[in-house]
């Protein structure tokens, strides 16, 4: 009577519904194998970023020891693409003597094909599956009163929280009292480009210090600090709940004991963060009942008629951070730097890319997802369609952000522009929004804009109102 814990996207050990009923089944002495697969062939088609991959494999290594720890032997496997694993894990329980399979559901179209093909393998071997929705703090299972799935986030958040009421949240489990094992050992590193991801404490036990620090002293002060990038205003978990080494359950909880009738009556910043994590779940939820956004549809299906412009140099301009709108260049260069950007801005360089440049919206999800560490297809997907008006509750075509205001209202001093925007850095403050003159005047080799925003806007507008 083996268990089999098949981890994917929630590499960790504590909050985890698929390890604690495998624990719980087999009891002080069953054996528990884990079972993670990974396959460079799919990171390539889904565009992981090298730095994910990097925080991956560093994050592997102590979740394979702590597993060891706790009695669970953790194998970590290669294998070619998504259609091989039914085959593999069949062939795993076969070994192993496994007889029950536990896992948690991830909701993209390839996972769920992936998962159901495996379960159907394992049903014909009598090994039971046991599936779980361990990502999320709700299910993807919230539905209108007509019975269809919601398309707009507030509606959404109302029936998000109601649930939240109504089941409570999960009661935490400790580390089970059993033999610990000796770790298996990683095997070779993956033959996929790698960078640095090392500025990102790895370890469940680690991501959880930084999850407590944010909560205790910053997220009271979340709803006036989260659209300044220059201060560190925001939790930047977002690659743990990505590779699911926090759980956003353990955060809830965490935020429950700042109110005891949760998830109301929480402090403006607490609710707010709170309401952020419900965004992360509604992308979730889309994904899963709308399986064409997983082939790049747009969410507005007339949409897709845009004639979006091919000019790759102005692409190329906007990845390097040289477009001459200083906010969006600060932006792409964050990205390029440290694989992450503020919210605020991605808004903002999405928004830029879309409605001054005339770019596919598509082009700079894949973008993003080839250089974010916390790259994340659904969150991902929606960000984009969002910004780009082509989404389920968008923000509106018309309403096109001005990048030279923007920046004035999110970056007042401009020092989140001079931290990353080396060239501008002796650049007087009420130049630093829109700084070609000054460029020119002190011979600063910064680019001159590469649209005229007012043009461009107006063409936008004409383009989207004709669809
Ligand atoms: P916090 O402000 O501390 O928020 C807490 C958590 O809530 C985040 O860690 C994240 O999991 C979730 N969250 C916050 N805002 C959003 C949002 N708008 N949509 C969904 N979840 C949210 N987020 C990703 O995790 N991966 C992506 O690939 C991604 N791509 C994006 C692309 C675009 C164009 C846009 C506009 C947004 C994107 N986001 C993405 C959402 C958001 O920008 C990041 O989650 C956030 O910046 C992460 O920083 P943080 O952890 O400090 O967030």
Not at 39 to 49: G, L, P, V
Request: proline residues 6%.
């Amino acid at each position: 009577m083996a268990q089999l814990i098949w981890f994917r996207n929630d590499l960790r050990l504590r909050d985890n519904p698929a390890v604690a009923s495998a624990l719980q089944r087999a009891g002080e002495n069953g054996n528990v194998y884990g079972l993670f697969l990974y396959s460079e062939e799919q990171w390539r088609r889904h565009d992981w970023a090298p730095i994910k991959v990097d925080l991956l494999w560093r994050h592997l290594e102590l979740l394979q020891q702590e597993a060891a720890e706790w009695g669970i032997e953790l194998h970590i496997k290669s294998c070619r693409d998504w259609q091989t694993v039914p085959r593999v894990v069949r062939d795993f329980c076969g070994e192993y003597g496994i007889t029950e399979v536990s896992f948690n559901r991830e909701y993209p179209v390839h996972e769920q094909r992936r998962d159901r093909a495996t379960q159907s393998w394992l049903a014909e071997q009598s090994i039971a599956v046991n599936s779980f929705h361990g990502m999320v703090i709700v299910p993807p299972v919230l539905r209108t009163q007509a019975g269809d799935y919601y398309k707009k986030f507030t509606p959404y958040y109302k029936s998000w929280l109601a649930h939240i009421q109504r089941s409570g949240l999960p009661q935490p489990y400790e580390k089970p009292e059993r033999k610990a094992l000796k770790p298996l050992g990683m095997p070779s590193a993956p033959d996929y480009p790698r960078c640095d991801s090392g500025a990102y404490v790895v370890g469940e036990e680690a991501a959880y210090q930084q999850l407590q620090q944010f909560v205790d002293e910053r997220v009271a002060d979340y709803d006036t600090d989260r659209d300044l990038p220059a201060i560190h205003g925001t939790s930047r978990l977002s690659p743990y709940w990505e590779l699911g080494i926090l759980s956003p359950v353990t955060a809830a909880r965490l935020l429950q004991q700042q109110a005891p009738e949760f998830p109301h009556g929480l402090a403006e910043g607490a609710a707010t963060w709170l309401s952020e994590l419900a965004w992360r779940e509604f992308y979730q939820h889309l994904m899963d009942a709308e399986p064409r956004l997983s082939y790049g549809k747009a969410f507005q299906a007339h949409t897709d008629a845009f004639a979006w412009s091919d000019d790759d140099a102005q692409f190329q301009a906007w990845c390097e951070g040289q477009t001459g709108y200083p906010i969006v260049d600060a932006g792409m260069r964050q990205l390029q730097q440290e694989g992450w950007m503020h919210n605020r801005v991605r808004m903002i360089v999405a928004n830029f890319l879309v409605k001054d440049l005339h770019i596919d919206w598509r082009r700079g999800e894949k973008f993003f997802m080839q250089n974010l560490i916390d790259g994340s297809f659904p969150a991902n997907n929606g960000g984009w369609q969002w910004s780009a008006s082509t989404g389920t509750d968008a923000v509106p075509y018309f309403r096109v952000f001005n990048p030279t205001s923007q920046s004035k209202k999110v970056d007042p001093d401009g020092s989140y522009i001079r931290r990353f925007v080396k060239e501008l850095v002796n650049c007087p403050t009420q130049e630093i929004h829109a700084p070609a003159k000054w460029a020119r005047a002190a011979q600063v080799d910064y680019p001159e804009p590469i649209v005229d925003h007012a043009q461009a806007r107006e063409t936008f507008l004409r383009k989207f109102k004709a669809l």
